[in-house]
């Protein structure tokens, strides 16, 4: 079992910054991909970022430019930076990964929301 913990959500104003946090409960190279996920009332949950076992990064195209997913592999954890937030970027979001195994697992989300 994997305990994904996230953090960083907060209240911020159009235009602003926030960076959020998904530490693992064991060693992310373990992983071959970890990603963002988030989910706005009333909408489906949708793939926002990934980064792979080799590095290699994918965004969804609403926010390229934007976002930054990154990771310390030192303290297992996998970041979000996001930068120029919009409200339509106002969502819960959620950490996922996937094991070479297949076996997925959740973070329980963090709040982000985007407003004057």
């Known amino acids: 079992q994997v305990q994904l913990v996230e953090s960083g959500g907060d209240l911020v104003k159009p235009g602003g910054s926030l960076r959020l946090s998904c530490a693992a409960s064991r060693n992310i190279l373990s992983f071959s991909v970890m990603d963002w996920y988030r989910q706005a009332p009333g909408k489906q949950r949708e793939l926002v970022a990934s980064i792979f076992s080799g590095g290699s990064r994918d965004y969804q195209d609403a926010v390229k430019g934007r976002f930054t997913i990154f990771r310390d592999n030192a303290k297992n954890t996998v970041y979000l930076q996001m930068n120029s937030l919009k409200p339509e970027d106002t969502a819960v979001y959620y950490c996922?990964?996937?094991?070479?195994?297949?076996?997925?697992?959740w973070g329980q989300g963090t709040q982000v929301t985007v407003s004057s």
């Open positions: 996922h990964v996937k094991a070479y195994s297949d076996l997925e697992y």
